[in-house]
Protein backbone atom coordinates (compact mmCIF):
# COMPACT_ATOMS: atom_id res chain seq x y z
CA UNK A 1 0.00 0.00 0.00
CA UNK A 2 1.56 3.28 -0.53
CA UNK A 3 0.55 6.75 1.02
CA UNK A 4 -0.15 9.69 -0.91
CA UNK A 5 -1.53 12.94 -0.59
CA UNK A 6 -4.52 12.88 -3.80
CA UNK A 7 -5.06 9.91 -6.05
CA UNK A 8 -6.51 11.66 -9.70
CA UNK A 9 -8.53 9.03 -11.71
CA UNK A 10 -8.67 9.70 -14.80
CA UNK A 11 -6.18 11.82 -17.25
CA UNK A 12 -8.97 13.42 -19.37
CA UNK A 13 -9.47 16.91 -19.77
CA UNK A 14 -10.57 16.90 -15.98
CA UNK A 15 -7.86 15.17 -14.49
CA UNK A 16 -5.23 16.67 -16.28
CA UNK A 17 -6.32 19.93 -15.58
CA UNK A 18 -6.44 18.96 -11.65
CA UNK A 19 -3.30 17.52 -11.92
CA UNK A 20 -2.23 20.75 -13.33
CA UNK A 21 -3.08 22.78 -10.64
CA UNK A 22 -2.17 20.47 -7.49
CA UNK A 23 1.39 20.42 -9.16
CA UNK A 24 1.27 23.90 -9.39
CA UNK A 25 0.83 24.41 -5.30
CA UNK A 26 3.05 21.52 -4.79
CA UNK A 27 0.72 18.85 -3.96
CA UNK A 28 2.00 15.46 -3.90
CA UNK A 29 -0.52 13.49 -6.15
CA UNK A 30 -0.94 10.51 -8.84
CA UNK A 31 -2.92 10.09 -11.94
CA UNK A 32 -4.24 6.56 -12.47
CA UNK A 33 -5.74 5.77 -16.33
CA UNK A 34 -7.22 3.11 -17.39
CA UNK A 35 -6.51 4.06 -20.96
CA UNK A 36 -3.61 2.46 -23.43
CA UNK A 37 -2.46 5.77 -24.06
CA UNK A 38 -3.15 9.51 -23.90
CA UNK A 39 -6.50 11.68 -24.81
CA UNK A 40 -9.30 10.39 -22.13
CA UNK A 41 -12.49 9.62 -23.85
CA UNK A 42 -11.27 11.25 -27.22
CA UNK A 43 -8.45 8.85 -27.86
CA UNK A 44 -11.50 6.22 -28.73
CA UNK A 45 -13.90 8.37 -30.88
CA UNK A 46 -14.53 7.46 -33.96
CA UNK A 47 -12.19 8.00 -36.79
CA UNK A 48 -14.25 10.55 -39.06
CA UNK A 49 -15.33 12.77 -36.48
CA UNK A 50 -12.51 15.57 -37.56
CA UNK A 51 -11.84 18.03 -35.45
CA UNK A 52 -13.46 20.35 -37.33
CA UNK A 53 -16.60 18.47 -36.81
CA UNK A 54 -16.97 18.98 -32.80
CA UNK A 55 -18.20 21.85 -31.23
CA UNK A 56 -14.77 22.94 -29.80
CA UNK A 57 -12.35 21.41 -27.68
CA UNK A 58 -11.28 23.70 -24.70
CA UNK A 59 -7.18 23.79 -24.23
CA UNK A 60 -5.91 22.49 -21.13
CA UNK A 61 -4.68 25.22 -18.60
CA UNK A 62 -1.25 26.89 -19.34
CA UNK A 63 -0.82 24.91 -22.80
CA UNK A 64 -2.33 26.36 -26.06
CA UNK A 65 -3.65 23.30 -28.50
CA UNK A 66 -1.49 23.52 -31.75
CA UNK A 67 -2.94 24.83 -35.16
CA UNK A 68 -3.95 21.94 -36.95
CA UNK A 69 -5.57 20.74 -40.49
CA UNK A 70 -9.25 20.38 -39.20
CA UNK A 71 -10.06 17.65 -41.32
CA UNK A 72 -7.89 15.42 -39.20
CA UNK A 73 -9.79 13.03 -36.46
CA UNK A 74 -9.86 14.76 -33.78
CA UNK A 75 -9.05 11.26 -31.41
CA UNK A 76 -5.51 12.22 -32.92
CA UNK A 77 -4.91 15.66 -32.57
CA UNK A 78 -6.74 15.29 -28.48
CA UNK A 79 -4.28 12.45 -28.25
CA UNK A 80 -1.37 14.24 -29.08
CA UNK A 81 -2.05 17.25 -27.63
CA UNK A 82 -2.90 15.46 -24.10
CA UNK A 83 0.18 13.45 -24.85
CA UNK A 84 2.75 16.33 -25.25
CA UNK A 85 0.84 17.89 -22.47
CA UNK A 86 1.60 15.23 -19.87
CA UNK A 87 5.57 15.10 -20.82
CA UNK A 88 5.88 18.66 -20.77
CA UNK A 89 4.50 19.00 -17.57
CA UNK A 90 5.68 15.64 -16.15
CA UNK A 91 2.35 14.78 -14.97
CA UNK A 92 2.43 11.47 -12.81
CA UNK A 93 0.43 9.66 -14.91
CA UNK A 94 0.19 6.52 -14.09
CA UNK A 95 -1.48 4.03 -17.42
CA UNK A 96 -3.04 1.54 -17.97
CA UNK A 97 -4.07 1.43 -14.28
CA UNK A 98 -7.63 0.18 -14.19
CA UNK A 99 -9.47 1.79 -10.42
CA UNK A 100 -11.37 -1.24 -9.44
CA UNK A 101 -12.67 0.19 -5.93
CA UNK A 102 -12.21 3.51 -3.52
CA UNK A 103 -13.12 1.98 -0.05
CA UNK A 104 -12.96 4.42 3.21
CA UNK A 105 -10.22 3.33 5.17
CA UNK A 106 -10.96 5.31 8.02
CA UNK A 107 -8.55 8.28 8.19
CA UNK A 108 -7.63 7.93 4.01
CA UNK A 109 -9.55 6.65 1.21
CA UNK A 110 -8.08 3.71 -0.38
CA UNK A 111 -7.66 3.23 -4.22
CA UNK A 112 -7.96 -0.11 -5.37
CA UNK A 113 -6.70 -0.48 -8.55
CA UNK A 114 -4.95 -2.97 -11.03
CA UNK A 115 -1.68 -1.51 -9.70
CA UNK A 116 -2.15 -2.43 -6.38
CA UNK A 117 -3.85 0.02 -3.09
CA UNK A 118 -3.09 3.58 -2.96
CA UNK A 119 -4.62 5.36 0.73
CA UNK A 120 -4.73 8.92 -0.25
CA UNK A 121 -6.12 11.65 2.25
CA UNK A 122 -8.50 12.81 -0.99
CA UNK A 123 -9.48 11.78 -4.11
CA UNK A 124 -10.36 13.76 -7.36
CA UNK A 125 -12.36 11.22 -9.28
CA UNK A 126 -12.39 12.41 -13.23
CA UNK A 127 -14.12 9.22 -15.09
CA UNK A 128 -15.98 10.89 -17.68
CA UNK A 129 -18.77 8.39 -19.05
CA UNK A 130 -17.58 6.54 -22.59
CA UNK A 131 -16.38 3.76 -20.36
CA UNK A 132 -20.24 3.44 -19.41
CA UNK A 133 -22.20 3.12 -22.45
CA UNK A 134 -26.24 2.75 -21.84
CA UNK A 135 -28.29 0.44 -23.44
CA UNK A 136 -32.17 0.79 -22.84
CA UNK A 137 -33.85 -2.86 -22.62
CA UNK A 138 -35.53 -3.86 -25.15
CA UNK A 139 -37.97 -6.85 -25.63
CA UNK A 140 -36.34 -9.32 -27.83
CA UNK A 141 -32.47 -7.62 -27.45
CA UNK A 142 -31.10 -11.09 -27.56
CA UNK A 143 -33.40 -12.29 -30.14
CA UNK A 144 -31.88 -10.34 -33.11
CA UNK A 145 -29.48 -12.06 -35.33
CA UNK A 146 -28.03 -9.28 -37.02
CA UNK A 147 -25.04 -6.64 -35.42
CA UNK A 148 -25.85 -4.66 -32.77
CA UNK A 149 -23.63 -1.86 -31.79
CA UNK A 150 -23.73 1.87 -29.29
CA UNK A 151 -21.82 4.37 -30.27
CA UNK A 152 -18.62 3.61 -28.34
CA UNK A 153 -18.20 1.10 -31.24
CA UNK A 154 -18.85 3.16 -34.01
CA UNK A 155 -15.91 3.23 -36.17
CA UNK A 156 -17.09 5.05 -39.00
CA UNK A 157 -19.82 4.21 -41.65
CA UNK A 158 -18.15 1.59 -44.20
CA UNK A 159 -18.66 -1.27 -42.59
CA UNK A 160 -22.22 -0.78 -42.73
CA UNK A 161 -22.09 -0.58 -46.87
CA UNK A 162 -25.26 -1.64 -48.20
CA UNK A 163 -26.94 -2.89 -45.41
CA UNK A 164 -30.56 -1.26 -43.84
CA UNK A 165 -28.71 0.07 -40.37
CA UNK A 166 -31.53 1.21 -37.68
CA UNK A 167 -30.27 4.24 -35.48
CA UNK A 168 -31.73 4.36 -31.98
CA UNK A 169 -31.62 7.93 -29.97
CA UNK A 170 -32.23 11.46 -30.13
CA UNK A 171 -29.02 12.97 -29.44
CA UNK A 172 -26.29 14.82 -31.68
CA UNK A 173 -24.59 11.40 -32.01
CA UNK A 174 -27.35 10.06 -33.66
CA UNK A 175 -28.01 12.81 -36.18
CA UNK A 176 -24.06 12.66 -36.94
CA UNK A 177 -24.21 8.54 -37.16
CA UNK A 178 -27.64 8.69 -39.74
CA UNK A 179 -25.42 11.77 -41.76
CA UNK A 180 -22.79 9.63 -42.39
CA UNK A 181 -24.43 5.94 -42.08
CA UNK A 182 -26.85 7.09 -45.15
CA UNK A 183 -24.19 8.03 -47.82
CA UNK A 184 -23.44 4.37 -48.08
CA UNK A 185 -26.35 2.54 -46.67
CA UNK A 186 -29.98 2.80 -45.82
CA UNK A 187 -31.30 3.87 -42.07
CA UNK A 188 -34.12 4.16 -39.98
CA UNK A 189 -33.98 6.88 -37.25
CA UNK A 190 -36.09 5.60 -34.07
CA UNK A 191 -36.36 8.02 -31.21
CA UNK A 192 -38.12 8.12 -28.12
CA UNK A 193 -39.31 11.56 -28.17
CA UNK A 194 -39.83 13.95 -31.24
CA UNK A 195 -36.46 15.19 -32.01
CA UNK A 196 -36.33 19.37 -31.59
CA UNK A 197 -34.30 20.76 -34.20
CA UNK A 198 -33.82 24.99 -33.65
CA UNK A 199 -32.45 27.11 -36.33
CA UNK A 200 -31.68 29.61 -32.84
CA UNK A 201 -27.86 30.03 -32.48
CA UNK A 202 -26.81 28.34 -29.25
CA UNK A 203 -26.39 31.46 -27.20
CA UNK A 204 -23.63 31.51 -24.19
CA UNK A 205 -26.92 32.50 -21.86
CA UNK A 206 -28.48 29.08 -23.38
CA UNK A 207 -25.17 27.34 -22.61
CA UNK A 208 -25.30 28.53 -18.66
CA UNK A 209 -28.84 27.94 -18.81
CA UNK A 210 -28.51 24.36 -19.74
CA UNK A 211 -25.17 23.57 -17.51
CA UNK A 212 -27.54 25.45 -14.09
CA UNK A 213 -30.16 22.95 -14.94
CA UNK A 214 -27.62 20.15 -14.58
CA UNK A 215 -26.32 21.75 -11.87
CA UNK A 216 -30.02 22.02 -9.89
CA UNK A 217 -30.39 18.21 -10.51
CA UNK A 218 -26.72 17.35 -9.25
CA UNK A 219 -26.91 19.44 -6.07
CA UNK A 220 -30.70 17.66 -5.38
CA UNK A 221 -29.36 14.70 -5.88
CA UNK A 222 -30.44 13.65 -8.72
CA UNK A 223 -28.92 11.87 -11.40
CA UNK A 224 -27.51 14.73 -13.74
CA UNK A 225 -29.18 14.25 -17.07
CA UNK A 226 -28.11 15.30 -20.33
CA UNK A 227 -27.17 18.90 -21.38
CA UNK A 228 -28.57 18.34 -25.01
CA UNK A 229 -32.01 17.68 -24.28
CA UNK A 230 -32.40 21.25 -22.60
CA UNK A 231 -30.92 22.40 -25.94
CA UNK A 232 -31.81 21.13 -29.22
CA UNK A 233 -30.55 19.66 -32.30
CA UNK A 234 -28.75 22.60 -34.45
CA UNK A 235 -30.15 23.06 -37.60
CA UNK A 236 -26.83 22.90 -39.55
CA UNK A 237 -26.42 23.01 -43.32
CA UNK A 238 -25.92 19.37 -43.38
CA UNK A 239 -28.50 18.46 -40.99
CA UNK A 240 -30.90 20.72 -43.72
CA UNK A 241 -29.51 18.86 -46.43
CA UNK A 242 -30.19 15.44 -45.35
CA UNK A 243 -33.72 16.55 -44.30
CA UNK A 244 -34.63 17.30 -47.45
CA UNK A 245 -33.54 13.87 -48.64
CA UNK A 246 -35.64 12.03 -46.01
CA UNK A 247 -32.58 11.16 -44.23
CA UNK A 248 -34.03 12.26 -40.42
CA UNK A 249 -37.54 11.39 -41.01
CA UNK A 250 -38.14 9.78 -37.85
CA UNK A 251 -40.07 7.16 -36.03
CA UNK A 252 -41.58 6.39 -32.72
CA UNK A 253 -39.84 3.93 -30.86
CA UNK A 254 -40.30 -0.19 -31.56
CA UNK A 255 -42.29 -2.50 -29.63
CA UNK A 256 -40.28 -4.97 -29.53
CA UNK A 257 -36.92 -6.82 -31.51
CA UNK A 258 -37.42 -9.68 -33.93
CA UNK A 259 -34.33 -12.00 -35.60
CA UNK A 260 -34.12 -9.79 -38.34
CA UNK A 261 -35.54 -6.43 -37.67
CA UNK A 262 -37.57 -4.58 -35.43
CA UNK A 263 -41.66 -4.36 -34.73
CA UNK A 264 -44.02 -0.90 -34.10
CA UNK A 265 -47.03 -1.46 -31.94
CA UNK A 266 -49.27 -1.18 -35.28
CA UNK A 267 -47.84 -4.08 -36.60
CA UNK A 268 -45.57 -2.54 -38.93
CA UNK A 269 -41.69 -4.11 -39.13
CA UNK A 270 -38.35 -3.05 -40.47
CA UNK A 271 -36.03 -5.66 -41.75
CA UNK A 272 -32.68 -4.40 -40.56
CA UNK A 273 -29.02 -5.99 -40.28
CA UNK A 274 -27.14 -3.62 -37.77
CA UNK A 275 -29.07 -1.77 -34.57
CA UNK A 276 -26.72 1.12 -33.67
CA UNK A 277 -27.75 2.05 -30.25
CA UNK A 278 -26.31 6.02 -29.98
CA UNK A 279 -28.12 5.70 -26.86
CA UNK A 280 -25.62 8.07 -24.57
CA UNK A 281 -23.73 7.41 -21.30
CA UNK A 282 -23.76 7.29 -17.99
CA UNK A 283 -21.07 8.43 -15.38
CA UNK A 284 -18.50 5.80 -15.07
CA UNK A 285 -18.31 5.79 -11.49
CA UNK A 286 -19.05 1.96 -10.12
CA UNK A 287 -15.68 1.55 -8.69
CA UNK A 288 -17.24 4.57 -5.99
CA UNK A 289 -19.91 2.08 -5.40
CA UNK A 290 -18.20 0.88 -1.59
CA UNK A 291 -18.65 4.95 -0.20
CA UNK A 292 -22.31 4.55 -0.79
CA UNK A 293 -22.63 7.73 -2.03
CA UNK A 294 -26.18 7.11 -4.18
CA UNK A 295 -28.67 10.02 -2.31
CA UNK A 296 -32.49 9.09 -2.84
CA UNK A 297 -33.09 10.87 -5.78
CA UNK A 298 -30.54 8.06 -7.57
CA UNK A 299 -27.32 10.44 -7.95
CA UNK A 300 -24.43 11.43 -6.50
CA UNK A 301 -25.16 15.09 -4.10
CA UNK A 302 -22.73 17.67 -4.88
CA UNK A 303 -21.61 20.48 -3.27
CA UNK A 304 -20.08 22.20 -6.35
CA UNK A 305 -17.23 19.12 -6.97
CA UNK A 306 -17.27 18.00 -3.37
CA UNK A 307 -19.50 14.84 -2.91
CA UNK A 308 -21.97 15.32 0.19
CA UNK A 309 -21.39 12.32 1.47
CA UNK A 310 -17.72 11.72 1.04
CA UNK A 311 -16.36 15.60 1.50
CA UNK A 312 -12.52 14.00 0.79
CA UNK A 313 -13.73 13.18 -2.98
CA UNK A 314 -14.37 15.02 -5.30
CA UNK A 315 -16.20 14.82 -9.25
CA UNK A 316 -15.32 16.53 -11.73
CA UNK A 317 -16.17 15.78 -15.74
CA UNK A 318 -19.65 14.95 -13.50
CA UNK A 319 -23.13 16.42 -14.73
CA UNK A 320 -22.72 20.60 -15.31
CA UNK A 321 -19.17 19.84 -15.51
CA UNK A 322 -19.27 17.48 -18.33
CA UNK A 323 -18.07 19.36 -21.56
CA UNK A 324 -14.03 20.51 -22.11
CA UNK A 325 -14.87 24.19 -20.43
CA UNK A 326 -16.80 22.61 -17.72
CA UNK A 327 -13.78 19.79 -17.30
CA UNK A 328 -11.46 22.82 -16.64
CA UNK A 329 -13.20 25.03 -14.49
CA UNK A 330 -14.38 22.13 -11.81
CA UNK A 331 -10.30 20.51 -12.19
CA UNK A 332 -9.41 24.18 -11.00
CA UNK A 333 -12.10 24.18 -8.08
CA UNK A 334 -11.41 20.72 -6.82
CA UNK A 335 -7.62 21.16 -6.70
CA UNK A 336 -8.39 24.47 -5.12
CA UNK A 337 -10.46 22.49 -2.45
CA UNK A 338 -8.57 19.60 -1.83
CA UNK A 339 -5.21 21.94 -0.94
CA UNK A 340 -7.58 23.86 1.53
CA UNK A 341 -8.72 20.45 3.34
CA UNK A 342 -4.66 19.04 3.21
CA UNK A 343 -3.51 22.35 4.82
CA UNK A 344 -6.27 22.56 7.81
CA UNK A 345 -5.67 18.92 8.34
CA UNK A 346 -2.00 19.49 8.49
CA UNK A 347 -3.02 22.20 11.18
CA UNK A 348 -4.77 20.36 13.17
CA UNK A 349 -1.90 17.93 13.46
CA UNK A 350 0.52 20.09 14.77
P1 LIG B 1 -12.85 11.50 -20.32
O1 LIG B 1 -12.25 12.19 -21.47
O2 LIG B 1 -13.84 10.42 -20.57
O3 LIG B 1 -11.63 10.89 -19.48
C1 LIG B 1 -11.87 9.95 -18.47
C2 LIG B 1 -10.62 9.11 -18.31
O4 LIG B 1 -10.82 8.28 -17.17
C3 LIG B 1 -10.36 8.20 -19.49
O5 LIG B 1 -9.01 8.29 -19.88
C4 LIG B 1 -10.69 6.79 -18.94
O6 LIG B 1 -9.86 5.79 -19.51
C5 LIG B 1 -10.38 6.97 -17.47
N1 LIG B 1 -11.12 6.04 -16.60
C6 LIG B 1 -12.45 5.76 -16.63
N2 LIG B 1 -12.76 4.87 -15.65
C7 LIG B 1 -11.58 4.59 -15.02
C8 LIG B 1 -11.23 3.73 -13.93
N3 LIG B 1 -12.15 3.00 -13.28
N4 LIG B 1 -9.93 3.65 -13.56
C9 LIG B 1 -8.98 4.39 -14.19
N5 LIG B 1 -9.26 5.23 -15.22
C10 LIG B 1 -10.54 5.33 -15.63
N6 LIG B 1 -17.26 18.52 -25.17
C11 LIG B 1 -16.85 19.72 -25.63
O7 LIG B 1 -16.60 20.64 -24.83
N7 LIG B 1 -16.72 19.95 -26.99
C12 LIG B 1 -16.97 18.99 -27.91
O8 LIG B 1 -16.82 19.21 -29.09
C13 LIG B 1 -17.42 17.70 -27.45
N8 LIG B 1 -17.68 16.71 -28.33
C14 LIG B 1 -18.09 15.50 -27.85
C15 LIG B 1 -18.34 14.48 -28.76
C16 LIG B 1 -18.77 13.23 -28.32
C17 LIG B 1 -19.06 12.17 -29.31
C18 LIG B 1 -18.95 13.01 -26.93
C19 LIG B 1 -19.44 11.67 -26.41
C20 LIG B 1 -18.68 14.01 -26.00
C21 LIG B 1 -18.24 15.28 -26.46
N9 LIG B 1 -17.97 16.30 -25.56
C22 LIG B 1 -17.54 17.51 -26.03
C23 LIG B 1 -17.99 16.08 -24.12
C24 LIG B 1 -16.51 16.03 -23.69
O9 LIG B 1 -15.80 15.10 -24.49
C25 LIG B 1 -16.33 15.62 -22.32
O10 LIG B 1 -17.18 16.32 -21.43
C26 LIG B 1 -14.90 15.81 -21.81
O11 LIG B 1 -13.93 15.68 -22.82
C27 LIG B 1 -14.74 14.71 -20.84
O12 LIG B 1 -13.52 14.83 -20.19
P2 LIG B 1 -13.31 14.00 -18.88
O13 LIG B 1 -11.92 14.24 -18.45
O14 LIG B 1 -14.39 14.30 -17.91
O15 LIG B 1 -13.55 12.46 -19.28
Redesign the pocket.
Known amino acids: MRLIDVVV???????LTAAHHLQRTGVDHVL????AGP?????N?WPS?RLGG?????PLPGVAMPETDGARPASEVVSEYFGSYERELALPVLRP????AVRDGGERLLVE?SAGTWAARAVIN??????NPFLPHYPGRREFTGRQLH?ADYRGPEEFRGQHVIVVGGGI?AVEHLLEISEVADTTWVTRRPPKFTDAMFTPEDGRAAVAEVERRVRAGLPPGSVVSATGLPNSPAVIAARELGVLDRLPMFQRITADGVVWADGRAQRADVILWATG?RP?IA?LAPLNLRAPGGGVQLDGTRAVAEPRLHL??YGPS??????NRAGRAAAREVRELLRTGDQECL
Not at 9 to 15: E, N, R, S
Not at 39 to 43: D, H, K, L, T, V
Not at 322 to 327: D, F, R
Request: glycine share 22%; hydrophobic share 40%.
Open positions: IGAGQAGLDRGGGAWRRLVHGIHVHVHSATGTWDTSFAHIGASTIGA
